[in-house]
C-alpha cells in the first residue's frame, strides 16, 4: 500500500510533464488553441443569464405597504393595525417590527432605505428559517392584495450587493409633470403585457385633490382686508388655533379649535365663511374669492433637475431582470423615439447597478493584460 501511494503522485506529474512539454514545444498551437478559447467564452456570454445579486439567504421577510400619496399618517396605522393581526399567532414567524412613516432603520448594510413618508410603512418579519420565510411569503400575498385593494404592497427578501428595491425599473424623465405621467402609463402598458412581470407600481403618479382659493385683491382691498387677514382666518377654520395647552406630566399639549370636517372640505361652506373687516363688521368670503378643487402634486421625485417618475415591477420566479430588459428592448426603443425633445426612458434598478459594476471591472481589464 505504501509502494502504491508514492507511486500515484509520480504518474499524475509525468502525465502533467508530458503535457507542459508538449505544449511549449508547440507554442504557436497552444496559443492558437488558448486564444480561441477565450474567443468561444466570450460568444457564448451572451447565452449565459446575468444576475446583478442573488437575494440573500437570511431569514428576514420586508413588507412594504404603500398608500395614497395623499394619505394621512392614521390612515396608515390603520392599514399597519390590520396586517399585523394578520401575523399574530403565526407558526412560521419569529417576531417582527413595523416603522408607520418611514422605512427600517439600516439593520443590515445593504438595506435599501426607504425615505420618511406619511403614506408609507414597512415590516420586517424575522422568521424561524429560509424555508418558513418562503412558506410566509406564498401565504401572506395573496392576502395581501385582497384586504388591502388599495394599498401597493411588495414582499422582498434581504439584497446582497447594492440595494436596488424593485428588480426591473425604467426612469421616465422630462420637463411637464403631467405629460411624464402619460408617458409612464404607455410604458406601463407595454411591460404589463409580458407574462413574466406582477405589481407593476409607481414611486409616484397619483395628484390630489386641493381646494384652492383664488382671492380678488381689488375687492378686498376696496373691503380692507389683507392678505394676512384672509389667511388667518381660513386658517382658523381650516387648520384651526391654539385657544390654550394641558399639561400632562413634564409635556404641554396644545388644545387645537378649528371647524369639523365637513366645515372644512366644503366648498359651500368656506364661501359663507365670514371674513372680518376694519368697520367691525362681517363679509362672506365669497365676496372677496372664489373657491374651487383643484389637482396638485403631493410628491413629485426629480432627476437632474427634470420630473423623473420610475416604473418597477417584480418578475415571476426564475426570470432575471436583464433577460427582461433585453426582451423589451424593442418595444421600450419604440416608445422612446416617439417621445418629444426633452423626454427619455432610461433602464435603471439591478440592470443599471449591473452595468455600472461591469464598466468599472472592465476598465482595469486593459492594465491586467499589459501586465501579463
Given amino acids: 500500500m505504501k509502494h502504491t501511494a508514492e507511486a500515484e503522485p509520480g504518474r499524475i506529474m509525468q502525465g ?45 421577510l420586508l413588507v412594504d405597504l404603500k398608500l ?26 419569529d417576531h ?15 438595506l435599501d432605505v426607504q425615505l420618511a413618508n406619511n403614506f408609507f410603512a414597512q415590516s420586517v418579519i424575522v422568521t424561524k428559517s429560509l424555508e418558513a420565510r418562503e412558506r410566509l411569503r ?7 392584495i385582497e384586504k388591502f385593494p388599495g394599498v401597493v404592497s411588495r414582499l422582498s427578501a434581504l439584497e446582497l450587493g447594492p440595494p436596488v428595491g ?21 410604458l406601463s402598458d407595454i411591460i404589463a403585457n409580458d407574462p413574466r412581470t406582477e405589481k407593476i407600481s409607481f414611486d409616484w403618479i397619483e395628484p390630489q385633490r386641493t381646494l384652492r382659493v383664488r382671492v380678488d385683491q381689488d375687492q378686498a382691498r376696496l373691503l380692507g382686508v389683507s392678505s394676512q387677514v384672509l389667511a388667518q382666518s381660513l386658517s382658523a377654520v381650516v387648520s384651526g ?9 413634564i409635556y404641554l399639549i396644545d388644545v387645537v379649535a378649528r371647524a ?49 417618475l420610475t416604473v418597477q ?9 436583464a433577460t427582461l430588459v433585453d426582451s423589451l428592448h424593442t418595444k421600450v426603443a419604440a416608445l422612446n423615439a416617439e417621445l418629444p425633445v426633452g423626454y427619455g426612458i432610461v433602464p435603471g434598478g439591478s440592470v443599471e447597478e449591473g452595468a455600472k459594476s461591469t464598466s468599472s471591472v472592465a476598465a482595469v481589464v486593459p492594465a491586467a493584460f499589459s501586465s501579463c
Wanted: aromatic share 10%; hydrophobic share 40%; proline share 9%.
Fill in 16 to 60: 502533467f510533464r508530458r503535457a507542459l512539454t508538449g505544449a511549449m514545444r508547440a507554442k504557436w498551437l497552444t496559443i492558437g488553441v488558448t486564444l480561441a478559447a477565450l474567443a468561444c467564452s466570450i460568444f457564448g456570454l451572451r447565452f449565459v443569464p446575468q444576475q446583478f445579486f442573488p437575494a440573500s439567504d437570511r431569514p428576514e
Fill in 138 to 144: 406564498s401565504r401572506i400575498e395573496p392576502v395581501l
Fill in 166 to 186: 424593485w428588480p426591473l425599473q425604467y426612469r421616465v424623465s422630462g420637463p411637464e409633470p403631467a405629460r411624464v405621467r402619460e408617458i409612464a402609463y404607455k
Fill in 241 to 249: 388655533i391654539n385657544v390654550t395647552k394641558l399639561r400632562d406630566g
Fill in 313 to 321: 415591477s417584480d418578475l415571476i420566479a426564475g426570470v432575471l431582470p
Fill in 96 to 110: 417582527w417590527t413595523t416603522y408607520v412613516g418611514q422605512g427600517a432603520v439600516r439593520f443590515y448594510l445593504p
Fill in 260 to 308: 369639523d370636517e365637513q366645515e372644512r372640505i366644503s366648498p359651500d361652506a368656506l364661501r359663507t365663511l365670514q371674513i372680518p373687516i376694519p368697520n367691525g363688521g362681517t363679509v362672506p368670503l365669497l365676496q372677496l374669492a372664489t373657491v374651487e378643487y383643484s389637482q396638485d402634486w403631493p410628491l413629485i421625485w426629480r432627476r437632474d433637475r427634470d420630473p423623473t
Fill in 68 to 93: 395614497s400619496e395623499a394619505s394621512s399618517i392614521y390612515a396608515t396605522e390603520k392599514v399597519v393595525a390590520t396586517f399585523e393581526e394578520l401575523l399574530k399567532g403565526d407558526p412560521d414567524i
